[in-house]
């Protein structure tokens, strides 16, 4: 039996051809979660980033509480999908108020991305 290639979809304008043209150009990717940030997104590219930062409490989930809780038949701990709990467990690098955005990012695009 022969298999057939199949061409790989390319299209110029998509989220993860942009993102694969930065690491190219040896660019950082900063990602910034805002409420809510929730089901393709996130499983996509928004917690793809080299820096994942989050506006303080705001969601972040594939699918929304009542569908996990059903899907997975148990209970959801306190927090669940909020950026603390996210930050706890890995995903996030840091919360970030969004009057402290600006600063955040020119400190960390410093660092990355010396002169």
Sequence with gaps: MMLMKIPPRRCPRSPCRALARLGEAKLPYISVLTHPTTG????????????NLAEPRCMIGFAGPRVVKETTHQNLPPGFQTAEFMME?????????RSKLREKLGT?????MPI
């Design 40 to 51: 393709g997104v996130t499983a996509s590219f928004a917690t793809i980033g080299d820096i």
């Design 89 to 97: 467990h890995g995903l996030i690098d840091a919360i970030v108020p």
């Design 108 to 112: 960390l695009l410093g660092y990355m």
